[in-house]
């Protein structure tokens, strides 16, 4: 396989892992392929990029001021959430992202989504946790190759990417980069904006703490999402989509969770991309760190 994707330890049990890896790439990919083929203009960033792969964090007393990046001021990002009483935000000042906006390196475009709204009805969720995986990652699904589950990752960016892991929970994954290239963002922690009553009944809790929504199988239920919302275009409004939002005053970098059967420099590599001072942030919490 010379494409590779995978976004989360629990992404196959063991025996599915197995079933997919026997799985033949002999059949025609290309058949496959063309049911989920695209035709957009791919974006260059001309951003600050990280780097690809990292060293693992190391504990210090010290803190380093974490990274500054433009803010928004229609949006305060505080530490204490308060989602009984819904921010008044007025969507109606952030468009729907455009394709072009997802079609760079899945690493540059993970920190872009903290502070981007996702919309499905009348839930609105406000994206505080991200992982990247990119292409050539062993800790990629795409490392599998094209087949009929994974097809929609090797779509250009800006379509949607649901897996079902462990057979329990649904994983919303935001595919990156140019139309081949394998790559996508995990979503793994949110707040709620909107439809707080709804988050509450699709997820079995009666709760507004950030246990609500920190973890990415908890995002994809909160938004009722299934295994059909795979390769859905979320720059199209209606259903699913990805709204513009603030960025964030400051982010935090760590190492991805959950996959420590990958190659060590992708387990140390400091993909995962979350908002400072944020309390909607899953574990493990202390492996986040200011980046340098």
Known sequence: ???HMQLCRMSFPRSTRTTLERESTSESSSSLFDSFRYHATVMTPKKQRFKR???????????KPALKTRRSKLVKFTTEPNPSSEPHISLGNFETLPREFFQIDALDLAPRLLGKFLRRDDVVLQITEVEAYRPNDSACHGRFGITPRTAPVFGPGGHAYVYLCYGLHMMLNIVADKEGAGAAVLVRSCAPISGLDVIQQRRGQKTDKPILLTGPGKVGQALGL??????????????????DGPEPENILV??????????????????????????????PKNTLRPPL
Do not use: C
């Not at 792969?53 to 803190?63: G, N, Y």
């Not at 059909?228 to 199209?236: A, F, V």
């Open 53 to 63: 792969v990292s060293k693992p964090i190391l504990h210090s007393s010290r803190t």
């Open 254 to 283: 760590g190492p991805r969770v959950g996959i420590q059967y990958a190659q060590p420099e992708h387990v140390d590599a400091l993909w995962r991309f979350a908002i400072a001072g944020s309390a909607w942030i899953s574990a």
């Open 1 to 3: 396989m010379h494409l």
């Open 226 to 243: 299934s295994t059909e919302w795979s390769n859905h275009p979320l720059y199209t409004p209606g259903g699913l989509e990805l709204l």
